[in-house]
């Protein structure tokens, strides 16, 4: 049997499953969880010997085991994992759902926060919600999202296989956020100007063209933000800065994309050497 033909079996037994929610009276494509929990700060607060802790937590599952009237469940959220432990006693009337779940579902879970004899925090949970069904069967589990061509063009799948792309899209947005925090202590404004310029100026590169309907003439996607920022302290902003997307029509390669984010800032009455201070 070809790949194609075991993902093909892989996606009928799904759609399979998906008729049987269906007809036990469950929207396999739920609205609103509230009340969730990040799974770090769900174990961060557990307490050994409490047994009145409750949880609630929603996320994908990863990982999945069935022994019979127990289902030991990994699930996911961007925080991390966490256990979720469904028994046949405690989910007597969902239990036939429980048994429809699969790698890749998003589920919300609720229930007594405890430990297994391993030692595993686990949210044995009294309620489950199914809150999208995956139709599509994950990447295999030992090996992740390898392809790097398929990582770059499906990075939602890449994200949530590969926990270590997600670690590096947090590490990103604390850096910005660093950044931002620095230029506003030190006097700086943000602020954005056009991505449609009517010259592709501020850097020797060469512009994507768009057409403009309403107004009936060509437009460039910008290439720098320089000229527009330096209007600025023409009109009296003194010290200003933006971080936003440029699009430059040229080579494609790992160092290299024609649509990428930017840094740019300038400030008047300085030189360079202001500036690197």
């Not at 770059?152 to 660093?178: C, G, H």
């Not at 200003?240 to 440029?246: A, C, D, M």
Request: charged share 30%.
């Amino acid at each position: 049997m070809t790949n194609t033909e075991d993902t093909n079996k892989f996606e009928r037994q799904r759609q399979q499953k998906l008729s049987r929610i269906k007809e036990l009276g469950i929207d396999p494509y739920g609205g609103r969880y509230d009340g969730v929990e990040p799974a770090k700060d769900i174990k961060c607060r557990f307490k050994d010997g409490d047994d009145t802790q409750q949880a609630k937590c929603a996320g994908r599952i990863v990982l999945l085991r069935d022994i019979g009237k127990l289902i030991f469940i990994t699930l996911r959220d961007w925080s991390g994992t966490i256990q979720i432990g469904l028994s046949k006693k405690l989910m007597e009337q969902q239990w036939q759902l429980a048994k429809l779940l699969e790698l890749g579902d998003i589920i919300g879970a609720a229930g007594q926060l405890g430990k297994t004899k391993t030692g595993e925090i686990t949210i044995w949970a009294d309620n489950v919600t199914l809150l999208s069904k995956s139709l599509l069967p994950p990447p295999e589990k030992f090996h992740g999202l390898s392809d790097i061509d398929r990582r770059f063009r499906q990075r939602y799948v890449d994200l949530w296989a590969n926990p270590e792309v997600m670690e590096l899209f947090k590490k990103r947005s604390a850096i910005i956020s660093t950044i931002r925090e620095f230029l506003k202590d030190s006097g700086f404004m943000e602020v954005e100007t056009p991505m449609m310029q009517t010259i592709p100026g501020g850097a020797a590169a060469k512009p994507f063209i768009t057409h403009h309907n309403s107004l009936d003439m060509d437009l460039f996607l910008r290439i720098a933000p320089e000229l527009f920022l330096k209007r600025l302290l023409v009109g009296g902003m003194e010290k200003v800065f933006e971080i936003n997307r440029n699009f430059r029509n040229e080579g494609l390669s790992s160092r290299h994309n024609p649509e990428f984010t930017m840094l740019e800032l300038y400030q008047a009455y300085a030189d360079y050497f202001g500036m690197m201070d």
